[in-house]
């Protein structure tokens, strides 16, 4: 099976994922390209076809409306996309971060590159931390990440990380992501980006006075059960009977890990509350869904299926204390 990930850096304990090169901490944009696997390019070539023509060879044509990107290190292609497709290169999502790191106090965590470079990502944290109930400590981060096949814009996301279990969560207020997204078909303005985050950054402690409010929202059992029917088992169209197992086992398994096997459940904080049911279902993301291996996971957790399951848990969690 070909790896999602084709190479990863990390300073600190093990991702949640359990994958990259360890780093130590301070190092420069430069180790850190290298070391995450960053340190190429994106090259673009105008589309040619052969035409045939009948006892000749055929031309050699240029498709005008498209081009090919591929990686100058391994010549491999990533993407056929518009001629308007504004490329963002790896270098620049970790320079995005070299002002942040050397004078706002941030400090670069995780980066790397999957889908052998049509998608790649940095993540540092900001310094905002937060102990819910004097026992329960919530991270700040920020993930900017982006792709060269048209399947993610350029996404800055204000992100936390609960210490206990490593849970991921995506900062969002009344029912929005505070994700600041730069579509591929205009520029990427790393200065124009930074000035939109500086707002939702200050969104930091709303949104964590938010997740208090959680912590101290006791849930009956029954509750429990309409909040886990609410996000794991919403008709997406698919009626199958394979669709409806793995509801069904994932509805155990959430169940399961707010009723004291997820880690960090027996706190204060996550004990019967609705703070609790989100971190089950984020915990059951990152950690247990199943997934081809755990580059899929870390996809799907961060951009795909996963991250959207996760923004269904918060809007429900966040309805039980409107």
Sequence with gaps: MAHLVQQMAYVGATPWHGLGNELPKHQSIDVWAEKAGMNWSICESPVRYLADQAGALGAIMNFDDQKV???SDTKTALSVVSNRYQIVQPREVLEFYRDLTEVSGFELETAGVLKAGRKFWALARTGKSTSIKGCDTVNGYLLLA???D??????ATPTTVRVVCNNTLTVALSGASSAIKVPHSTSFDPLAVKKQLGVA???WDSFMYRMKTLSERKVKTHESLNYFLKV???NDGHNDSAA????ERALKRVQALYAGEGKGSDLSSANGTAWGLLNAVTEYVDHERRARSQEYRLDSAWFGQGANLKQRALDHALQLVA
């Design 69 to 71: 990107l591929y990686r």
């Design 146 to 148: 982006t792709s060269c």
């Design 150 to 155: 048209g399947t993610l814009a350029t996404t």
């Design 201 to 203: 950054v200050m969104q």
């Design 232 to 234: 794991l088992c919403q």
């Design 244 to 247: 409806r197992m793995t509801n």
